[in-house]
T-cell receptor, first 111, second 111 residues
Framework: RKEVEQDPGPFNVPEGATVAFNCTYSNSASQSFFWYRQDCRKEPKLLMSVYSSGNEDGRFTAQLNRASQYISLLIRDSKLSDSATYLCVVVVASGNTPLVFGKGTRLSVIA | DTAVSQTPKYLVTQMGNDKSIKCEQNLGHDTMYWYKQDSKKFLKIMFSYNNKELIINETVPNRFSPKSPDKAHLNLHINSLELGDSAVYFC??????????FGEGSWLTVV
């Protein structure tokens, strides 16, 4: 099983739709979780951290399920500008351990 | 103002050449990385440095040699370039909260 797995997509959704992505991780000792966004031909940028109790930032909601070892990202009322690749990131331990990136899920929001 | 800057942004070179990519961060972070993103968009860590010390060296050909003159700089030198080295190389730094800040990437094409 890969360390971090995501459905590559693409997810093609109409404007205004709600879309959800899941990401599974293999190491039960994983401690920190993030969602990054990468636009075409750009660098990845932090979208949001994922907290144990779940957290929301505007139209975006992130959740963590430790028992099943997955995190999710929900986007409500999709905008054309949400089209990007969403990368799941997992940190096993603090310190110098590198963050492990998933391969990303591509989202296309269509007018 | 750029937090993590890397040069050059684009590089086209012939097989067998030696080239370098420079990276600097002005965020005061102790940890810096080099990531490689290939044509399949998979973001894979190559090297990790903490305060000028090499921490992680993933399975990377020894034609790739990182160098950190100080904790704000992490350069990447590549000897005897091969076609398979064509990719986007991202420099990054990490803060104490495990957030990664990426440079804009260096697009390397080996012909």
């Amino acid at each position: 099983r890969k360390e971090v797995e995501q459905d590559p997509g693409p997810f093609n959704v109409p404007e205004g739709a709600t879309v959800a992505f899941n990401c599974t991780y293999s190491n039960s000792a994983s401690q920190s979780f993030f969602w990054y966004r990468q636009d075409c031909r750009k660098e990845p940028k932090l979208l949001m951290s994922v907290y144990s109790s779940g957290n929301e930032d505007g139209r975006f909601t992130a959740q963590l399920n430790r028992a099943s070892q997955y995190i999710s990202l929900l986007i409500r009322d999709s905008k054309l500008s949400d089209s990007a690749t969403y990368l799941c990131v997992v940190v096993v331990a603090s310190g110098n351990t590198p963050l492990v990136f998933g391969k990303g899920t591509r989202l296309s929001v269509i007018a | 103002d750029t937090a993590v800057s890397q040069t050059p942004k684009y590089l086209v070179t012939q097989m067998g050449n030696d080239k370098s990519i420079k990276c600097e961060q002005n965020l005061g972070h102790d940890t810096m990385y080099w990531y490689k993103q290939d044509s399949k968009k998979f973001l894979k860590i190559m090297f990790s440095y903490n305060n000028k010390e090499l921490i992680i060296n993933e399975t990377v050909p020894n034609r790739f040699s990182p160098k950190s003159p100080d904790k704000a700089h992490l350069n990447l030198h590549i000897n005897s370039l091969e076609l398979g080295d064509s990719a986007v190389y991202f420099c990054a730094s990490r803060d104490s909260g495990n957030t990664i800040y990426f440079g804009e990437g260096s697009w390397l094409t080996v012909v």
